[in-house]
């Protein structure tokens, strides 16, 4: 899921609502949009609310969300899917790190980010974060707190193969379709209703998802991986959740449920 924000008059005044999108990924690789949602400001609270719905449509588990972070979504997550692992995308890591870097350092200080991200493993990860914070800590210490403070969040990865990880490590797929929306959208300044944007980005979504005809790259690589590691896990006494059959991103979340969660 993804919230995308749209100027709306109320009240004589013109202010920020809120549309919350889902995405999923069906078993047969595909991508549907799987609901949109009205609201004020972006919360956790609200993104519970609709994960609340999901598993009351029949969403028994997920196995992985991949977030930007949002305060409190974490959390918010694991209350209503206890079992479900969370990976911080990187690349909103990357944009965070680097937002107070002046432009001077800017090219070698992302330079030197990508051995981080790019390693092949989470211990050449660790080691890289070591050898970038000794060059950089001193003038961006902000920079390699957050890598700190986030690291077993924004390593989850590193436990997937490769084509699985290329999937969760970011949140791309929810992103290109806001983008999307927002061209469909952005000649409208502000909207008079609720109403008027919600229609709006119903016919956005609509023309945005016509092309959604072709399953993603290397399903069935990564239908096969997930079945693997999903075996390998139920050797355990631990119930393990359903693995890949449909993915829904939210908010930068990307959700592994059961096939039988799918609401077209």
Same mark, same amino acid.
């Given at each position: ?14 202010? !920020?609502?809120?549309?919350?999108? %889902? ?8 991508? &549907? ?10 919360? %956790? ?16 588990? +997920? ?7 949002? !305060? ?44 981080? =991200? ?18 950089? &800590?001193?003038?961006?210490? =902000? ?9 077993? &969040? ?8 490769? &084509? ?7 949140? !791309? ?7 999307? +929306? ?25 023309? %945005? ?12 690589? +990564?239908? !096969?991986?997930?079945?693997?590691i999903h075996e390998k896990g139920s050797d355990s006494n631990k119930v393990q959740p359903p ?22």
């Open positions: 899921m993804d919230a995308i924000i749209f100027k709306v008059r109320e009240s004589s005044k013109v202010i !920020n609502k809120t549309v919350y999108v %889902a995405v999923g990924l069906r078993r047969d690789g595909k991508k &549907e949009v799987l609901g949109l949602w009205p609201g004020k400001n972006e919360s %956790a609270a609200f993104w519970m609310s609709v994960l609340t719905v999901m598993k009351a449509r029949g969403t028994e588990d +997920i196995l992985i969300t991949a977030t930007e972070n949002l !305060n409190g979504f974490t959390d918010t997550i694991r209350n209503v899917f206890p079992e479900s692992r969370t990976q911080i995308c990187v690349v909103h890591q990357i944009r965070n790190a680097c937002r107070y870097v002046i432009w001077k350092d800017n090219k070698a200080f992302t330079a030197d980010m990508k051995g981080i =991200y790019n390693a092949p493993n989470e211990k050449a990860a660790k080691a890289a974060l070591e050898d970038f914070a000794k060059k950089w &800590e001193g003038k961006y210490s =902000y920079a390699i707190k957050s890598w700190r403070d986030n690291w077993d &969040e924004l390593t989850v990865f590193y436990e997937f193969p490769l &084509e699985i990880r290329k999937i969760i490590y970011t949140t !791309n797929l929810i992103e290109n379709l806001n983008g999307k +929306i927002r061209k469909y959208t952005k000649n409208k300044l502000s909207f008079p209703t609720d109403d008027a944007v919600m229609k709006s980005v119903y016919w956005a979504t609509r023309e %945005a998802t016509k092309k959604w005809s072709m399953p993603i790259r290397n399903r069935g690589i +990564i239908l !096969n991986q997930f079945l693997t693995l890949f059959s449909t993915y829904t991103l939210i908010r930068t979340v990307s959700l592994f449920m059961d096939s039988n969660t799918y609401i077209s």
